[in-house]
Protein backbone atom coordinates (compact mmCIF):
# COMPACT_ATOMS: atom_id res chain seq x y z
CA UNK A 1 0.00 0.00 0.00
CA UNK A 2 2.55 2.22 0.85
CA UNK A 3 4.92 1.40 -2.37
CA UNK A 4 1.27 2.29 -4.28
CA UNK A 5 1.19 5.79 -2.80
CA UNK A 6 4.79 6.99 -3.16
CA UNK A 7 4.28 5.45 -6.90
CA UNK A 8 1.72 7.80 -7.15
CA UNK A 9 3.68 11.02 -5.64
CA UNK A 10 6.51 9.98 -7.73
CA UNK A 11 4.43 10.03 -11.07
CA UNK A 12 2.44 13.91 -9.72
CA UNK A 13 5.88 15.22 -9.11
CA UNK A 14 7.56 13.87 -12.54
CA UNK A 15 4.07 15.15 -13.92
CA UNK A 16 4.38 18.55 -12.68
CA UNK A 17 7.92 18.87 -13.61
CA UNK A 18 6.82 17.78 -16.96
CA UNK A 19 4.39 20.17 -17.05
CA UNK A 20 6.72 23.31 -15.54
CA UNK A 21 9.19 22.61 -18.29
CA UNK A 22 6.65 22.54 -21.14
CA UNK A 23 5.42 26.05 -19.74
CA UNK A 24 9.14 27.50 -19.78
CA UNK A 25 9.93 26.19 -23.19
CA UNK A 26 6.36 27.92 -24.32
CA UNK A 27 7.11 31.20 -22.71
CA UNK A 28 11.24 31.10 -23.92
CA UNK A 29 9.50 30.56 -27.48
CA UNK A 30 6.89 33.83 -27.05
CA UNK A 31 9.65 35.59 -25.18
CA UNK A 32 12.00 35.06 -28.85
CA UNK A 33 8.89 36.14 -31.36
CA UNK A 34 8.30 39.25 -29.05
CA UNK A 35 12.15 40.04 -28.96
CA UNK A 36 12.21 39.73 -32.77
CA UNK A 37 9.66 42.58 -33.20
CA UNK A 38 11.14 44.95 -31.54
CA UNK A 39 12.43 48.04 -33.82
CA UNK A 40 15.70 47.23 -34.52
CA UNK A 41 18.23 49.44 -35.82
CA UNK A 42 21.43 48.65 -37.36
CA UNK A 43 23.55 50.24 -35.29
CA UNK A 44 22.44 48.61 -32.38
CA UNK A 45 23.24 45.29 -32.07
CA UNK A 46 20.59 44.45 -29.63
CA UNK A 47 18.64 41.30 -31.34
CA UNK A 48 20.64 39.19 -33.35
CA UNK A 49 19.32 35.78 -34.02
CA UNK A 50 21.94 33.05 -33.95
CA UNK A 51 23.24 33.23 -37.88
CA UNK A 52 23.20 37.31 -38.00
CA UNK A 53 25.74 36.37 -34.51
CA UNK A 54 27.79 34.70 -36.21
CA UNK A 55 27.98 36.23 -39.36
CA UNK A 56 29.35 39.56 -37.11
CA UNK A 57 31.40 37.18 -35.31
CA UNK A 58 33.12 36.32 -37.96
CA UNK A 59 32.98 39.43 -39.84
CA UNK A 60 34.91 40.86 -37.05
CA UNK A 61 37.48 38.31 -36.85
CA UNK A 62 38.25 39.20 -39.95
CA UNK A 63 38.43 42.81 -39.95
CA UNK A 64 41.16 42.16 -37.02
CA UNK A 65 42.77 39.97 -39.59
CA UNK A 66 42.72 42.71 -42.54
CA UNK A 67 46.05 44.59 -43.07
CA UNK A 68 44.19 47.34 -45.54
CA UNK A 69 40.88 47.44 -44.01
CA UNK A 70 37.35 48.73 -45.77
CA UNK A 71 35.08 51.46 -43.93
CA UNK A 72 32.72 48.57 -42.45
CA UNK A 73 36.04 46.59 -41.11
CA UNK A 74 36.75 50.24 -39.58
CA UNK A 75 33.38 50.03 -37.90
CA UNK A 76 33.80 46.40 -36.82
CA UNK A 77 37.25 46.75 -35.16
CA UNK A 78 36.28 49.82 -33.95
CA UNK A 79 33.45 48.53 -31.77
CA UNK A 80 33.41 44.97 -31.51
CA UNK A 81 36.47 42.08 -30.59
CA UNK A 82 36.19 38.54 -30.36
CA UNK A 83 37.17 36.16 -26.89
CA UNK A 84 38.40 32.36 -27.51
CA UNK A 85 37.87 30.54 -24.30
CA UNK A 86 38.09 26.81 -23.54
CA UNK A 87 37.53 26.32 -27.61
CA UNK A 88 34.47 28.85 -28.26
CA UNK A 89 34.54 32.35 -29.21
CA UNK A 90 32.94 34.56 -27.97
CA UNK A 91 31.52 38.35 -29.29
CA UNK A 92 32.60 40.87 -26.82
CA UNK A 93 32.60 44.78 -27.00
CA UNK A 94 35.52 46.95 -27.43
CA UNK A 95 35.35 49.27 -24.43
CA UNK A 96 36.18 48.48 -20.91
CA UNK A 97 34.74 46.46 -18.97
CA UNK A 98 34.22 43.65 -21.47
CA UNK A 99 31.15 43.03 -21.74
CA UNK A 100 28.96 40.02 -23.81
CA UNK A 101 27.07 40.43 -26.90
CA UNK A 102 24.47 37.69 -26.64
CA UNK A 103 21.87 36.14 -29.81
CA UNK A 104 18.50 36.30 -28.66
CA UNK A 105 18.20 32.59 -28.26
CA UNK A 106 20.35 32.68 -25.55
CA UNK A 107 18.90 36.04 -23.84
CA UNK A 108 15.61 34.45 -22.66
CA UNK A 109 18.19 32.08 -19.99
CA UNK A 110 20.43 34.71 -18.82
CA UNK A 111 17.51 37.04 -17.51
CA UNK A 112 15.81 34.43 -15.80
CA UNK A 113 18.71 33.22 -13.92
CA UNK A 114 19.06 37.46 -13.12
CA UNK A 115 15.80 37.31 -12.19
CA UNK A 116 15.76 34.69 -9.66
CA UNK A 117 19.49 35.94 -8.39
CA UNK A 118 17.79 39.35 -6.89
CA UNK A 119 14.50 38.14 -6.02
CA UNK A 120 12.22 38.07 -8.54
CA UNK A 121 13.12 42.03 -8.36
CA UNK A 122 11.80 44.83 -11.00
CA UNK A 123 13.23 46.33 -14.12
CA UNK A 124 16.27 48.80 -12.79
CA UNK A 125 17.58 45.57 -9.97
CA UNK A 126 17.61 43.77 -13.43
CA UNK A 127 19.48 46.11 -15.89
CA UNK A 128 21.92 46.42 -13.48
CA UNK A 129 22.63 42.70 -12.65
CA UNK A 130 22.57 42.00 -16.29
CA UNK A 131 24.85 44.82 -17.46
CA UNK A 132 27.68 43.52 -15.15
CA UNK A 133 28.43 40.92 -17.99
CA UNK A 134 26.25 41.53 -21.40
CA UNK A 135 26.11 44.88 -23.56
CA UNK A 136 22.75 44.28 -25.46
CA UNK A 137 20.09 43.42 -22.62
CA UNK A 138 17.77 46.30 -22.76
CA UNK A 139 14.91 47.67 -20.63
CA UNK A 140 12.52 46.55 -23.44
CA UNK A 141 13.62 42.96 -23.55
CA UNK A 142 13.61 43.13 -19.24
CA UNK A 143 10.25 44.51 -19.44
CA UNK A 144 9.15 41.67 -21.70
CA UNK A 145 10.16 38.82 -19.73
CA UNK A 146 8.92 40.84 -16.72
CA UNK A 147 5.25 40.88 -17.97
CA UNK A 148 5.48 37.29 -18.63
CA UNK A 149 6.38 36.28 -14.88
CA UNK A 150 3.05 35.23 -13.31
CA UNK A 151 4.66 35.13 -10.02
CA UNK A 152 5.81 38.77 -10.68
CA UNK A 153 2.66 39.47 -11.50
CA UNK A 154 1.17 38.16 -8.46
CA UNK A 155 3.43 39.93 -6.09
CA UNK A 156 3.30 43.24 -7.63
CA UNK A 157 1.74 46.19 -5.35
CA UNK A 158 -1.39 48.61 -6.52
CA UNK A 159 0.41 52.39 -7.05
CA UNK A 160 -1.43 53.83 -4.14
CA UNK A 161 -2.98 57.54 -5.19
CA UNK A 162 -1.51 60.73 -3.83
CA UNK A 163 1.21 59.21 -1.73
CA UNK A 164 3.79 61.51 -1.06
CA UNK A 165 6.84 60.34 1.07
CA UNK A 166 9.67 61.61 2.82
CA UNK A 167 12.60 59.66 4.00
CA UNK A 168 14.48 59.91 6.88
CA UNK A 169 18.05 61.91 5.71
CA UNK A 170 21.47 60.75 7.50
CA UNK A 171 25.07 61.44 5.94
CA UNK A 172 26.82 58.36 8.43
CA UNK A 173 26.30 55.29 8.57
CA UNK A 174 25.12 53.58 12.29
CA UNK A 175 23.89 57.59 12.59
CA UNK A 176 20.26 55.91 12.72
CA UNK A 177 18.88 52.59 12.38
CA UNK A 178 15.58 51.05 12.48
CA UNK A 179 14.21 47.82 13.60
CA UNK A 180 10.85 46.56 12.50
CA UNK A 181 8.96 43.29 13.26
CA UNK A 182 7.02 40.99 10.69
CA UNK A 183 4.58 39.10 12.10
CA UNK A 184 4.65 35.63 10.76
CA UNK A 185 1.95 34.11 13.28
CA UNK A 186 -0.86 33.25 10.90
CA UNK A 187 2.55 31.42 8.68
CA UNK A 188 4.49 29.82 11.72
CA UNK A 189 7.67 27.94 10.98
CA UNK A 190 7.73 25.49 13.79
CA UNK A 191 8.57 27.41 16.89
CA UNK A 192 9.33 30.84 14.30
CA UNK A 193 6.74 33.25 14.31
CA UNK A 194 7.89 36.71 13.51
CA UNK A 195 10.59 38.12 11.69
CA UNK A 196 13.08 40.85 12.94
CA UNK A 197 14.21 43.86 10.50
CA UNK A 198 17.16 45.74 11.13
CA UNK A 199 18.48 48.67 8.32
CA UNK A 200 20.40 50.91 8.57
CA UNK A 201 18.97 54.22 7.08
CA UNK A 202 21.95 55.52 4.84
CA UNK A 203 23.15 52.74 3.33
CA UNK A 204 20.11 50.53 3.43
CA UNK A 205 21.72 47.43 4.44
CA UNK A 206 18.90 45.01 6.24
CA UNK A 207 19.83 42.14 8.50
CA UNK A 208 16.71 39.50 9.13
CA UNK A 209 16.64 37.20 11.87
CA UNK A 210 13.71 34.97 12.63
CA UNK A 211 12.28 35.27 16.56
CA UNK A 212 9.79 32.76 18.90
CA UNK A 213 8.23 35.90 19.85
CA UNK A 214 8.56 39.67 19.79
CA UNK A 215 9.78 40.02 23.55
CA UNK A 216 11.77 43.10 24.39
CA UNK A 217 14.78 40.13 25.51
CA UNK A 218 14.78 37.94 22.33
CA UNK A 219 14.96 41.18 20.02
CA UNK A 220 17.20 43.04 22.14
CA UNK A 221 19.40 39.66 22.57
CA UNK A 222 19.48 39.69 18.45
CA UNK A 223 20.81 43.43 18.39
CA UNK A 224 23.32 42.74 20.73
CA UNK A 225 24.67 40.20 18.59
CA UNK A 226 24.49 43.08 15.76
CA UNK A 227 25.84 45.32 17.21
CA UNK A 228 28.90 43.59 18.31
CA UNK A 229 29.23 42.84 14.31
CA UNK A 230 28.29 46.29 13.20
CA UNK A 231 28.94 48.79 16.24
CA UNK A 232 25.50 50.31 17.83
CA UNK A 233 23.39 53.57 16.00
CA UNK A 234 22.79 56.46 18.27
CA UNK A 235 19.22 56.10 17.30
CA UNK A 236 17.45 53.34 17.64
CA UNK A 237 13.48 53.76 15.80
CA UNK A 238 11.02 51.56 15.49
CA UNK A 239 7.08 51.41 14.08
CA UNK A 240 6.47 49.48 16.74
CA UNK A 241 5.97 52.33 19.16
CA UNK A 242 8.00 54.20 21.71
CA UNK A 243 7.35 52.15 24.53
CA UNK A 244 8.31 49.10 22.64
CA UNK A 245 11.91 50.78 21.85
CA UNK A 246 12.18 51.90 25.36
CA UNK A 247 12.20 48.17 26.60
CA UNK A 248 14.60 46.77 23.89
CA UNK A 249 16.66 49.24 25.16
CA UNK A 250 16.70 48.94 28.58
CA UNK A 251 17.38 45.21 27.65
CA UNK A 252 20.03 45.74 25.98
CA UNK A 253 21.77 47.49 28.87
CA UNK A 254 21.61 44.54 30.79
CA UNK A 255 23.46 42.84 28.33
CA UNK A 256 25.99 45.28 27.68
CA UNK A 257 26.07 48.37 30.77
CA UNK A 258 28.33 50.53 28.67
CA UNK A 259 25.77 51.20 25.56
CA UNK A 260 24.31 54.25 25.15
CA UNK A 261 21.94 54.86 22.41
CA UNK A 262 18.20 57.02 22.32
CA UNK A 263 15.08 56.50 20.93
CA UNK A 264 13.85 57.90 17.57
CA UNK A 265 10.76 60.32 17.59
CA UNK A 266 7.96 58.33 16.28
CA UNK A 267 6.79 58.49 12.95
CA UNK A 268 3.63 57.49 10.93
CA UNK A 269 4.96 54.75 8.51
CA UNK A 270 3.79 56.27 5.25
CA UNK A 271 5.97 59.24 5.89
CA UNK A 272 8.73 57.32 6.69
CA UNK A 273 8.36 55.23 4.09
CA UNK A 274 11.60 53.48 4.07
CA UNK A 275 11.54 50.51 6.20
CA UNK A 276 8.29 50.55 5.15
CA UNK A 277 8.91 49.50 1.51
CA UNK A 278 11.92 47.28 2.80
CA UNK A 279 9.38 44.93 4.24
CA UNK A 280 7.45 44.67 1.62
CA UNK A 281 10.14 43.96 -0.43
CA UNK A 282 11.42 41.02 1.72
CA UNK A 283 8.00 39.99 1.97
CA UNK A 284 7.81 39.87 -1.64
CA UNK A 285 11.02 37.87 -1.73
CA UNK A 286 10.58 35.44 0.28
CA UNK A 287 7.40 34.43 -1.15
CA UNK A 288 8.92 34.24 -4.29
CA UNK A 289 11.49 32.24 -2.85
CA UNK A 290 9.14 29.70 -1.03
CA UNK A 291 7.16 29.59 -4.70
CA UNK A 292 10.55 28.54 -6.42
CA UNK A 293 11.77 26.46 -3.72
CA UNK A 294 8.46 24.28 -3.11
CA UNK A 295 8.78 24.92 0.90
CA UNK A 296 7.04 26.76 3.99
CA UNK A 297 10.25 26.63 5.87
CA UNK A 298 11.12 30.71 5.67
CA UNK A 299 13.60 30.81 8.27
CA UNK A 300 15.89 28.69 6.06
CA UNK A 301 15.46 31.37 3.20
CA UNK A 302 15.88 34.53 5.61
CA UNK A 303 19.64 34.58 4.91
CA UNK A 304 19.20 34.58 0.80
CA UNK A 305 16.26 36.61 0.98
CA UNK A 306 18.82 39.16 2.93
CA UNK A 307 21.35 38.31 0.15
CA UNK A 308 19.20 38.92 -2.60
CA UNK A 309 18.25 42.22 -0.72
CA UNK A 310 21.37 43.79 0.12
CA UNK A 311 22.92 42.96 -3.18
CA UNK A 312 19.90 44.73 -5.25
CA UNK A 313 19.98 47.90 -6.84
CA UNK A 314 18.04 50.49 -4.29
CA UNK A 315 16.37 53.12 -6.02
CA UNK A 316 16.80 55.63 -3.46
CA UNK A 317 20.83 55.10 -3.30
CA UNK A 318 21.16 53.84 -7.17
CA UNK A 319 23.20 51.22 -5.64
CA UNK A 320 22.93 48.06 -3.76
CA UNK A 321 23.12 48.51 0.13
CA UNK A 322 26.00 45.96 -0.24
CA UNK A 323 28.33 48.26 -2.11
CA UNK A 324 27.05 51.28 0.42
CA UNK A 325 27.99 49.23 3.27
CA UNK A 326 31.40 47.67 2.13
CA UNK A 327 32.77 49.79 -0.90
CA UNK A 328 32.77 46.71 -3.37
CA UNK A 329 30.14 44.38 -5.29
CA UNK A 330 28.94 41.40 -3.74
CA UNK A 331 30.68 38.34 -4.42
CA UNK A 332 28.82 34.86 -5.43
CA UNK A 333 32.14 33.20 -6.68
CA UNK A 334 33.07 33.11 -10.13
CA UNK A 335 29.35 33.74 -11.07
CA UNK A 336 29.26 37.54 -11.28
CA UNK A 337 33.28 37.35 -12.93
CA UNK A 338 33.69 38.33 -16.34
CA UNK A 339 33.83 34.29 -17.62
CA UNK A 340 30.47 33.78 -20.08
CA UNK A 341 27.48 31.36 -17.86
CA UNK A 342 28.60 28.08 -20.50
CA UNK A 343 32.46 28.39 -19.29
CA UNK A 344 31.53 28.88 -15.73
CA UNK A 345 29.54 25.65 -15.37
CA UNK A 346 32.84 23.56 -17.13
CA UNK A 347 35.05 24.94 -14.08
CA UNK A 348 35.34 22.58 -10.99
CA UNK A 349 38.75 23.38 -9.87
CA UNK A 350 41.63 25.07 -9.92
CA UNK A 351 43.36 23.57 -12.51
CA UNK A 352 40.51 24.37 -15.04
CA UNK A 353 40.30 27.87 -14.02
CA UNK A 354 44.07 28.14 -14.79
CA UNK A 355 43.51 26.34 -18.55
CA UNK A 356 40.67 28.71 -19.31
CA UNK A 357 42.72 31.80 -18.14
CA UNK A 358 45.49 30.53 -20.37
CA UNK A 359 43.66 30.39 -23.48
CA UNK A 360 42.46 33.95 -23.10
CA UNK A 361 43.74 35.66 -26.01
CA UNK A 362 47.19 37.62 -25.32
CA UNK A 363 46.00 41.18 -26.02
CA UNK A 364 43.04 40.81 -23.02
CA UNK A 365 45.76 39.12 -20.34
CA UNK A 366 45.11 42.83 -18.32
CA UNK A 367 40.72 42.59 -18.91
CA UNK A 368 38.40 42.06 -15.88
CA UNK A 369 38.42 38.67 -16.34
CA UNK A 370 42.44 38.18 -15.00
CA UNK A 371 42.22 40.73 -12.25
CA UNK A 372 39.51 38.90 -10.91
CA UNK A 373 41.48 35.68 -10.85
CA UNK A 374 45.11 36.96 -9.36
CA UNK A 375 45.85 38.25 -5.97
CA UNK A 376 45.72 41.71 -5.40
CA UNK A 377 48.21 43.62 -3.30
CA UNK A 378 46.33 43.69 0.18
CA UNK A 379 47.36 47.17 1.50
CA UNK A 380 46.06 48.65 -2.06
CA UNK A 381 43.36 47.04 -1.84
CA UNK A 382 42.55 48.38 1.63
CA UNK A 383 43.03 51.54 0.07
CA UNK A 384 40.84 51.41 -2.67
CA UNK A 385 37.97 49.87 -0.86
CA UNK A 386 37.89 52.79 1.89
CA UNK A 387 37.71 55.20 -0.51
CA UNK A 388 35.02 53.36 -2.57
CA UNK A 389 32.74 52.93 0.64
CA UNK A 390 33.25 56.89 1.24
CA UNK A 391 32.21 57.77 -2.29
CA UNK A 392 29.35 55.43 -2.32
CA UNK A 393 27.70 56.37 1.03
CA UNK A 394 28.52 59.81 -0.36
CA UNK A 395 26.14 59.16 -3.01
CA UNK A 396 24.08 57.22 -1.27
CA UNK A 397 23.06 60.60 0.33
CA UNK A 398 23.28 62.64 -2.59
CA UNK A 399 20.88 60.19 -3.95
CA UNK A 400 18.29 59.88 -1.00
CA UNK A 401 18.12 64.03 -1.14
CA UNK A 402 17.34 63.66 -4.96
CA UNK A 403 14.92 61.14 -4.56
CA UNK A 404 12.84 63.15 -1.49
CA UNK A 405 12.39 65.44 -3.82
CA UNK A 406 11.20 63.17 -6.43
CA UNK A 407 8.18 61.71 -4.34
CA UNK A 408 6.75 65.22 -4.19
CA UNK A 409 6.24 64.98 -8.35
CA UNK A 410 4.72 61.37 -8.14
CA UNK A 411 0.95 61.98 -9.39
CA UNK A 412 -1.78 59.76 -9.85
CA UNK A 413 -2.74 56.61 -12.52
CA UNK A 414 -5.21 56.73 -14.39
CA UNK A 415 -7.50 54.08 -15.55
CA UNK A 416 -8.92 53.24 -18.90
CA UNK A 417 -11.92 50.87 -19.19
CA UNK A 418 -11.07 47.00 -19.88
CA UNK A 419 -12.23 44.18 -22.57
CA UNK A 420 -14.09 41.41 -21.62
CA UNK A 421 -11.34 38.62 -21.93
CA UNK A 422 -8.72 40.68 -20.48
CA UNK A 423 -6.52 39.41 -17.80
CA UNK A 424 -6.20 41.62 -14.34
CA UNK A 425 -4.38 41.92 -11.51
CA UNK A 426 -6.31 41.80 -8.09
CA UNK A 427 -5.02 42.66 -5.02
CA UNK A 428 -5.53 40.67 -2.48
CA UNK A 429 -6.02 42.52 1.22
CA UNK A 430 -4.08 41.85 4.20
CA UNK A 431 -6.45 40.01 6.12
CA UNK A 432 -7.03 37.53 3.59
CA UNK A 433 -3.63 36.71 2.77
CA UNK A 434 -0.68 34.98 4.83
CA UNK A 435 2.43 37.11 5.28
CA UNK A 436 4.99 35.05 3.11
CA UNK A 437 1.68 34.85 0.29
CA UNK A 438 1.48 36.81 -3.13
CA UNK A 439 -0.35 40.16 -2.97
CA UNK A 440 -2.25 39.48 -5.85
CA UNK A 441 -4.26 37.03 -8.08
CA UNK A 442 -4.46 36.64 -11.21
CA UNK A 443 -7.72 37.06 -12.89
CA UNK A 444 -9.90 37.91 -15.44
CA UNK A 445 -12.79 39.84 -17.28
CA UNK A 446 -15.84 37.70 -17.46
CA UNK A 447 -18.67 40.58 -17.86
CA UNK A 448 -18.94 44.13 -17.76
CA UNK A 449 -22.55 45.90 -16.01
CA UNK A 450 -23.94 49.18 -17.45
CA UNK A 451 -22.65 50.95 -13.77
CA UNK A 452 -19.16 49.71 -15.28
CA UNK A 453 -18.66 47.03 -12.43
CA UNK A 454 -16.90 43.88 -13.77
CA UNK A 455 -17.37 39.82 -13.01
CA UNK A 456 -13.61 38.35 -12.43
CA UNK A 457 -12.97 34.66 -13.03
CA UNK A 458 -10.21 33.00 -11.54
CA UNK A 459 -8.34 29.25 -11.96
CA UNK A 460 -10.79 28.66 -9.12
CA UNK A 461 -14.22 29.60 -9.81
CA UNK A 462 -15.85 33.21 -10.16
CA UNK A 463 -15.31 35.81 -7.36
CA UNK A 464 -18.68 36.52 -5.68
CA UNK A 465 -18.52 39.87 -5.92
CA UNK A 466 -18.25 43.12 -8.38
CA UNK A 467 -15.35 44.93 -8.83
CA UNK A 468 -14.48 48.52 -9.82
CA UNK A 469 -12.13 49.41 -12.35
CA UNK A 470 -9.87 51.12 -9.97
CA UNK A 471 -9.60 48.12 -7.41
CA UNK A 472 -7.47 46.02 -9.89
CA UNK A 473 -4.32 46.78 -12.65
CA UNK A 474 -4.47 45.10 -16.51
CA UNK A 475 -2.05 41.80 -16.83
CA UNK A 476 0.19 43.06 -19.72
CA UNK A 477 0.24 38.67 -20.62
CA UNK A 478 -2.71 36.49 -20.65
CA UNK A 479 -1.88 33.79 -18.55
CA UNK A 480 -5.72 32.68 -17.85
CA UNK A 481 -9.11 32.17 -20.69
CA UNK A 482 -12.27 31.98 -20.27
CA UNK A 483 -12.54 28.01 -20.68
CA UNK A 484 -10.16 27.46 -17.45
CA UNK A 485 -12.42 29.51 -15.24
CA UNK A 486 -14.95 26.74 -12.88
CA UNK A 487 -18.73 27.71 -13.23
CA UNK A 488 -18.90 27.74 -9.26
CA UNK A 489 -18.68 31.21 -7.37
CA UNK A 490 -16.12 31.62 -4.24
CA UNK A 491 -14.84 34.13 -2.03
CA UNK A 492 -11.71 36.32 -2.56
CA UNK A 493 -10.47 34.63 0.47
CA UNK A 494 -10.86 31.02 -0.66
CA UNK A 495 -9.26 31.74 -3.95
CA UNK A 496 -6.49 33.50 -1.64
CA UNK A 497 -6.36 30.39 0.30
CA UNK A 498 -6.66 28.12 -2.97
CA UNK A 499 -3.62 29.70 -4.63
CA UNK A 500 -1.24 29.99 -1.30
CA UNK A 501 1.85 28.13 -0.78
CA UNK A 502 1.19 27.26 2.48
CA UNK A 503 -2.41 27.80 4.90
CA UNK A 504 -3.30 31.08 3.72
CA UNK A 505 -4.63 34.01 5.54
CA UNK A 506 -5.09 32.63 9.06
CA UNK A 507 -5.41 35.82 10.23
CA UNK A 508 -7.36 36.72 13.39
CA UNK A 509 -7.34 39.66 15.26
CA UNK A 510 -9.53 40.93 18.80
CA UNK A 511 -10.86 44.07 20.10
CA UNK A 512 -10.75 43.26 23.58
CA UNK A 513 -10.77 45.89 26.17
CA UNK A 514 -9.63 44.49 29.25
CA UNK A 515 -6.20 43.07 28.88
CA UNK A 516 -6.75 40.01 26.45
CA UNK A 517 -6.49 37.49 29.68
CA UNK A 518 -9.40 34.93 28.94
CA UNK A 519 -10.63 32.66 26.02
CA UNK A 520 -12.63 35.39 25.15
CA UNK A 521 -9.78 37.08 23.37
CA UNK A 522 -9.67 35.48 19.83
CA UNK A 523 -6.07 35.86 19.58
CA UNK A 524 -5.56 33.73 22.95
CA UNK A 525 -7.87 31.21 22.14
CA UNK A 526 -5.81 30.91 18.77
CA UNK A 527 -2.45 30.16 20.35
CA UNK A 528 -1.32 34.00 18.72
CA UNK A 529 0.19 36.87 20.61
CA UNK A 530 -1.85 39.94 19.45
CA UNK A 531 -0.55 41.82 16.99
CA UNK A 532 -0.74 45.53 15.53
CA UNK A 533 -4.33 45.80 13.84
CA UNK A 534 -5.75 44.57 17.33
CA UNK A 535 -7.75 46.86 19.94
CA UNK A 536 -6.31 50.20 18.72
CA UNK A 537 -3.75 51.29 21.92
CA UNK A 538 -6.24 49.27 24.65
CA UNK A 539 -3.97 47.47 27.76
CA UNK A 540 -2.62 43.89 26.43
CA UNK A 541 -0.94 41.41 28.42
CA UNK A 542 -0.92 38.88 25.25
CA UNK A 543 2.05 40.51 23.42
Known amino acids: MCSDVLSAQTLAMSDKMEC ?18 LERKESHYNVMKRDEYDKLLAETEEAKAAIKKTPLQYRRVKRFDVFEIGGTKKLISKDEPVKYYLPAEEIYDVIESAHIAVGHGGRDRMKKETSRKYANITNEMINIFLSMCETCQQKRSKRKKGLVSKPILHSEMNSRCQVDLIDMQSQADEQFKFIMVYQDHLT ?5 RALQSKRAEEVALQLTDIFLTFGAPCILHSDNGREFV ?18 GKPRHSQSQGSVERANQDIENMLASWLKDNNTTKWSNGLKFVQFMKNRALHFGIKQSPYKAMFGIKPRVGLTISSLPSDMIT ?5 NDLQNIIEQMNTEHEETEIVEEVQEDEAEAMLTTISSNISLARKEAKENLEKQAKRMQLISDATHSPVDIGANI ?6 VDRGKADLRNLIGIVLERNEDGLYKIGTKDGILNKLYCRSEFDISPQIFLTQEQVPKQEISLRTAARKGAVGTGQGFVCCACTKNCTSKRCFCMKKGNLCNSKCHNSMPCKNK
Open 204 to 208: KFILL
Open 346 to 350: NIHDE
Open 425 to 430: IIPIPD
Open 20 to 37: ENLSRKSWKLRFLEELLT
Open 246 to 263: NSVIEELFTYWPELKIVH
